[in-house]
Structure formats: structure tokens, C-alpha cells
């Protein structure tokens, strides 16, 4: 079974600074994805980031990276510059690309609070 | 449309009434996701449909919970007999194919009193 484990309920920043999130996750797949996703009030999940296993070079989307270590099966999220628009659940999840069809496994959620 | 759309956006129930979801995806997106977000929670699987088949539904927690795509494009989720661990927002997604790159709905927040 995929499981995705985020141990930070709560994290706070101060804007401008820098913020690191963590995830874990267990699976016995050699082949799979994994994303960070944000969930404003509004509800609805947006895609921050996107790691392809397979590739070793960590992803990086404007203010947004990730430490990807597949050894270890953890994949972190870092936010530089961080603005009061970040503000938000933040959920890690996990795909694999086999029989599962690419039906998602999420984290409980890291509630990030960006202030003045 | 531009992206999924869902609706209602919120429904109240009373316990052991019938709801029906919808779920708009977006035009020519082959894959169809169905989630359940109780409060304080991440999102868990309920069903997934390529097209008009459902290719997996071992997600729905009880046989109350019925889903159809009947051509391949709106999705409804329908809920029978509602009850309260039922309250949840309900997340609907599409993609063009597995592995990534879906797009999300804003969600129905169902509670049942």
C-alpha cells in the first residue's frame, strides 16, 4: 500500500523568508510521480510541483523546489521569497504509473501561514 | 470550459435524504477522478473513469455511493440515504491521461444534519 505521511500540521514564515516542508512516503513501485499540491480557501488543489521518479535532478518552478531523495523516500518542498499569496494547505501526493491509473495518494496536509 | 467545474457548490442534507454531485470536467480530458475530503484531511480516492468506463471504484465506501459518466464527459456522483460521516467536500478531477497534469474542481461541501 502507498502511503504519504506529512509530519508538520502547522508552519509559519515570515514573508520574504524561506520554508521548508516535509513528506515521506512508503510504496514498493521503482516507478512513480509526486507532487505538491496548494489548497487555498477557495478549495480548490492547484499543482505547485511535479517530480518524476525516474528523474535524479531535483524540479524547480520559479520560487518553488524540491529535495527529491528516493533512497530515503522523502520528498520535501522548499518556498523561497515567500509572499502572503502562499497562505494555504499545502498536501504532498503520490502517483504511480501502473495499475493504480494515476489515482493519487495524499498527505494530511501542512497548513502554511505567510505574515506581514 | 476553461477548467472543472462542480456543482452544487454547497448542499445541506438532512440524514437519509438522496444527493447528486455533478462534475464538469474539462472538454476532450480522457480521465475522471472522484475525492473525499473530510474536514482536517487530505483527499482520498473514491473512483476513477477512462471515458465512459469505470475502471475502478474500490474507493466508494459503501454500495449508497454510485458514480456514472454515461458518455464519457459530466460525471455525477450520487450518495443514497445519506449520513453524517457523509459531510465531507467532494473533489472532482480531470486529466488528459494518468500520471499527472490534473486539473482540479473547486469542490462540493455536503453536509449532512
Known amino acids: 500500500a502507498q502511503t504519504v505521511t506529512q509530519s508538520q500540521p502547522e508552519m509559519s514564515v515570515q514573508e520574504a523568508e524561506t520554508v521548508t516542508l516535509s513528506c515521506t512516503y512508503d510504496?514498493?513501485?521503482?516507478?512513480?510521480?509526486l507532487f505538491w499540491y496548494k489548497q487555498p480557501p477557495s478549495r480548490q488543489m492547484i499543482l505547485v510541483i511535479r517530480q518524476e521518479a525516474y528523474k535524479q535532478q531535483n524540479a524547480t518552478e520559479n520560487r518553488f523546489s524540491v529535495n527529491f531523495q528516493k533512497a530515503a523516500k522523502s520528498f520535501s518542498l522548499k518556498i523561497s521569497d515567500s509572499q502572503l499569496g502562499d497562505t494555504a494547505m499545502y498536501f504532498c501526493?503520490?502517483?504511480?504509473?501502473?495499475?493504480?491509473?494515476?489515482?493519487?495518494?495524499f498527505g494530511r496536509g501542512t497548513q502554511l501561514t505567510v505574515w506581514p | 470550459g476553461a477548467g472543472v467545474s462542480q456543482s452544487p457548490r454547497y448542499k445541506v442534507a438532512k440524514r437519509g435524504q438522496d444527493v447528486a454531485l455533478r462534475c464538469d470536467p474539462i472538454s476532450g480530458h480522457v480521465s475522471l477522478f472522484w475525492y473525499q475530503q473530510a474536514l482536517g484531511q487530505g483527499p482520498e480516492f473514491l473512483t476513477y473513469?477512462?471515458?465512459?468506463?469505470?475502471?475502478?471504484k474500490s474507493g466508494l465506501p459503501s454500495d449508497r455511493f454510485f458514480a456514472e459518466r454515461p458518455e464519457g464527459s459530466v460525471s455525477t456522483l450520487k450518495i443514497q440515504r445519506t449520513q453524517q460521516e457523509d459531510s465531507a467536500v467532494y473533489l472532482c478531477?480531470?486529466?488528459?491521461?494518468?500520471?499527472?497534469?490534473?486539473?482540479f474542481g473547486s469542490g462540493t461541501r455536503l453536509t449532512v444534519v
Open positions: 478531477a480531470s486529466s488528459l491521461g494518468a500520471g499527472g497534469g490534473y486539473t
Open positions: 473513469f477512462q471515458n465512459e468506463a469505470q475502471l475502478d
Open positions: 501526493a503520490f502517483s504511480d504509473r501502473g495499475s493504480t491509473l494515476g489515482r493519487l495518494y
Open positions: 510504496t514498493s513501485e521503482n516507478n512513480y510521480y
